[in-house]
């Protein structure tokens, strides 16, 4: 015997409702439709009556036949989109998973069909109050009637929403708005389909019923910094930086084949479009949006309104075949983490709000990034993971030429700590205030108690604003002081972990050997076997060494440990860079990192030694990170000392990637909040090791510099007698 699956009509509410996300995405499924009929335009009407909605979607599409109608509208998951590919007029089709229409149940309870092909008019109706029981679907008729006319070809949805039945939910004015924010967000550079909404007797406020043409009010030429081009299935690439400040333009043609994660995915994503377009969101920077947008569209948008925009508009989308893929752009949706970065080095990430991105991928034969049947998104596959390094990869070069404009065209502004002490300004305004009601109360001195009113009042005023100012000023030194918080801490946090950790330390170092012989006597006895004693002895000493290793650890960190800076002293360099080492032993150890050593071990240098050890501990950490990175088969540091009592020289190189010629051009190595480990990781590094490296070697009049090198990087410490420091490095 054989039997057979026979559904009943809650598998088609289930479609409806339980794959199409919301409200918004029901329109779209119902809107990609129409454009997949080759249509012109879809028209949207919402018409209110009472406690009945109507909602018709037509559109001047190729339309269906009886027989389309009954072997693929009424189908789920019909193939037939997936199988064509393109419509007949060539668009790719939208819709090729084949529920869409069934978003029509989210909508309302009622269905009226009617569509138009080669003069003959196809009429369905479907009562969805019907589907929503245990009916099978074969007991469930629905009506089809076909007759001839003269109109034209195209399709007609008229969706009725009785919600007081509860089968559905009311439709208010904040759904439609959502749904008309999503629909001017769907299309990106299609100027043969366009979407029309009306709205009739639906607001109270009769003035809103009108009809209307979706579209987006485009920044195309409003940003401050933009990001275009293509990056290729096999990952080279080729993208176009503009600045809006100084009309730059600057190619980049490389390829990110080389990534470490790119690699280790080992998929691809297909060929992917590129448009990012940043904004500066400072006082100035959305003075330069305001006054283009006012200036080309002849608007009046104040700041808060163009600060407002640029919000609303943000975010990075994800478009296939120029319709945006859900939920990809939409607010509070960082797909690319891009606020988490941002809080790690506020100074050089873009936030998701400060961008307005889109991307373009091909189809998912093509790149492999499949649309979930829900609609929510891409499948999280490797190609995905692909797509997000891609993205990031690119943005990274945005955000790297970005900061270095504002670095460059920075104000120089008067230390934070010394404007604090500064009232200057309050002094002279003051005074003023003073000699002019000195002057009145000759002139006019029976208005004694009027001028001295006033003087209060000046005086008043200007306290107040020096409260403001220093307010800000108070703020800036907080912002200043915590740059370097998380050194401070460190030490006091190492202190505490030295203090401790010594405690049972101690204990081990001189329990351990206590136990070993012990275990010797039990053996001798005869009381444990030679195996057992062997066994546990083995494990007494590894104790006893890892003991001891962690002891002379904790004594490596004893200089960083000091929360009370220290006079200068005669140290020994050699001794030195060999303890900072120490500190990475384990490090070294796992990475399989060769360290060579070309030292001159009779050099002293009358320095703070926190102030060279904090420096060197920066730069090897910054060398053990790099030479992970190598091509070359060995990962090899190499450290020199050389000179004399008056002219020390320390080097430290790695055979790790290197760095870019124009980093050490434009001198950013050592600006705070500047980091290329974003180059190679998901995350983004703080950007403060060389920055405080550089000050640290500063502190002791020595110079921190990188020198361009063909082979990995370089850093040079240089300590001259009467040396004065240059603009490159510290």
Known sequence: MKSYFEPTGRLVMSIGKDLIKDLPAAIVELVKNSYDADATY??????????ILEIIVEDDGHGMSQETVLGAWMVPSTDYKLKKKKSPKGRIYQGRKGIGRYAVSLLGNKLELITIKDSIKTSAFFDWNEFNSEKKLSEIPITITTCKTVDHSGTKLIITNEYSNGLVDEINESDVQKIEKELSKLLSNIDDFRIEVCYKDFYIDRAKNICKIISQLEFDDAWHYRLTGKVNADFSYELTYYNFYTKEKKSFNSSFADDKILMENSASCGDVCIDYRVYDKDPHGIEVIMNFINGNQNTKLSKTDVRNMLIDQSGISIFRSDFRIRPYGDKGFDWLNLDSKRVQNPSMSIGSEQING??????EEKSGLKEKSARDGLYENTNYYALQRVANLSLNILQRERFNYRQKTAKKKPEAIDKLFDFSHTNEKMEKAVEKAYKNLKKYPDKTDEHISILNQEISKEIQALEKEKEVEFLEVKETIAIYQKQTTLGNVISVVLHEGRKPLTWYTNKLPQMNRKLKKLEDKKEISVIVYEDLSSDIKKLDYEARQMSGFFERLDPLASNKRKKKRKVNVDEKIKAVVGIFESKIEEENITIEYDLDKNIMLDVVEEDLYMALTNIIDNAVFWVQYTKCNNKVIKIRLYGSPDDVT?????????????????NLLFLPGYSRKNT???ENGTGLGLSIAGEAIQRNKG???AIDSPNGALFRISFRKETNNTDEGY
């Open 650 to 666: 320390i080097e430290i190189s790695d055979n790790g990637p290197g760095i870019p010629t124009e980093d050490i051009i434009d």
């Open 358 to 363: 889109r991307i373009s991928i091909e189809s």
């Open 42 to 51: 879809v028209k949207i009407t919402y018409r209110k009556d009472n406690n």
């Open 703 to 705: 110079i921190l510099e």
């Open 680 to 682: 190679v990781l998901e």
